[in-house]
């Protein structure tokens, strides 16, 4: 769907945001009710024993994964499920390991600093799928932490147990891939893809414009990078361009053994990214800005109404973005 900024802007002028953020969160709200019905319809088939089931949810970056796999963990555990969501990203190799073992198959030369983070191989997939297999077979397992600010896997803090009824949700950007659960004995998979898919059309000076998809991921991440980990506009940058190759290079090909699709854009949400992505950018450098406006045009987003201080549901998923 491709939203025009006219009207947005007469939601956010005519003082009836919240009717814009209702109408929003409800068409999420009927994906997520759609989903639960087939994990239940799915379930239901089974034949009694302490059987554990798995949900796959993959995205792209700024998609939303986290948030919905903590929500449906939250809705199924109301079923009386025993949910626990499994991070790929704790699962990394130290990033010492991962820069020493692309050197030596010569994927990176000497001294360089364009490491792969994105790839497969930058997961220990050995010591994921052991933990499975324990946990399958009724043990508990205590779950790693990757640490980004030492880029090491450090000690976890939380042991799980296995019980009547367990869904494990997996989420990341490598939670399709089948090696990660082939032969494992998990009795229900559903592969769930989470990405907004919408457009925002806008003109200004006499200039047609269409903010996609991938420039909506990229202002979400920005603004929550600039909250929760205090990264410049321009760290964000810096990474943005490796974060898109992996998505082609390792998500985008097996979209194709996707069950689900979740839609989340929150047609409100332009008018709250375009007032803090461009206040992130005025903050920045004269070359950040020529970057940014290599992602985003500015004048894309001018003729939006910005807007913030505006209230929306505790379960929202656009609550990871909204700061």
Known sequence: MIYDYKNVNRYVN???????INFSEQRISMQFEMLLRLIRAKDSDDKGADLTDILMVTGPSASGKTTTSNLLAKYLAEDGYNCTVISLDDYYFDAETI???QIEMGLVPEGSTEFDYETIDAIDVEYFRQQMKDYTSGKSIELPKFDFSIGKRVKGDKVIESTHKDIIILEGIHA???ILTEGLKFDTSIRIYVSPCDS?????DGNEFLIVPHQIRFMRRAIRDSVHRAAPLGKTMDMWGGVRRGEKNYMEPLLKYADVFINTSHEYEIAYLKKKILELAENASENDKKRFAD????????????KDGFVIPENSLFSEFYM
Do not use: M
């Open 14 to 20: 005519n003082d009836c945001f919240d009717e814009l």
């Open 99 to 101: 820069q020493r073992k």
């Open 176 to 178: 399709f891939n089948p």
């Open 200 to 204: 925002y059309q806008s003109y200004h």
């Open 295 to 306: 992602i985003i045009r500015p004048e894309a987003l001018y003729p939006f109404e910005g």
